[in-house]
């Protein structure tokens, strides 16, 4: 696989995993930064992962790696909804519950927000996310626990039999819950809706892909 495959892999990749980065840090500016590094990562190990059934998944792994890096020692972040156009296809209503989501996560530790969206939206397990982020599973139970009962509080999200269920009395082997994985879960909802909305937004951005390709450039020939 060469630089041509490579260049496709990144234009079809690069803005889910960005969105998906900006779920977890809250500021665009820190997932465009963390995002060119891991594919920058992934263009040097191009010949090894080009064969893997998911090679984007690995990039955001790595993105998730050098951003627990960096933000694990904010307290909070900057309680503010990360700047980044509306989907023209949005609805009024869409757009402002997904920005309030965005602000929310934003506000939240970042312990807290990082095991929630890896947890609750992309079905990490709890000892996969304690590995990687070097934390007991105890502690990733914790802060889930806590940035569930956030938004759900401030969303006012209406309780039902499932908002009841405890997502962790289950095997620490069990990627999520069975009620997370079926989707009735509200939280799961919320954090899905909003992380298609800013993929719709990053994706519409005319000038995204061709800034994150210069970007990429400029790393790799700093690199050098």
């Not at 998944?57 to 309680?79: E, I, M, N, P, S």
């Not at 039999?161 to 069975?178: I, K, M, V, Y």
Request: charged share 30%; hydrophobic share 40%.
């Amino acid at each position: 696989m060469g630089q041509r495959e490579f260049e496709d892999f990144f234009a079809g990749a690069y803005g889910r995993v960005l969105a998906q980065v900006i779920m977890l840090c809250g500021s665009r500016e820190d997932a465009e930064d963390v995002t060119q590094e891991a594919f920058l990562e992934a263009y040097r190990a191009w010949d090894r992962i080009a064969g893997y059934e998911l090679p984007e998944a690995w990039a955001y792994r790595v993105a998730v790696q050098r951003l627990w890096k960096t933000h694990r020692r904010r307290r909070t972040g900057q309680d503010r909804v990360p700047d980044v156009p509306v989907p023209v296809r949005a609805s009024p209503e869409q757009s402002a519950e997904a920005r309030e989501v965005l602000r929310l996560l934003a506000a939240l530790p970042p312990r807290q927000r990082v095991t929630m969206v890896l947890f609750c939206l992309h079905g990490w397990s709890q000892i996969e996310i304690a590995k990687t982020l070097r934390m007991t599973r105890g502690g990733v139970a914790a802060n889930v626990s806590k940035a569930r009962r956030t938004l759900t509080e401030a969303l006012d999200m209406a309780a039902d039999d499932t908002s009841r269920h405890d997502p962790f009395t289950n095997s620490p082997q069990t990627a999520r819950p069975s009620w997370i994985r079926l989707g009735r879960d509200p939280v799961v909802i919320a954090l899905r809706d909003t992380q298609a909305w800013l993929r719709a937004a990053v994706e519409e951005d005319p000038e995204r892909l061709a800034r994150a390709r210069a970007a990429l450039a400029r790393r790799q020939g700093e690199s050098r």
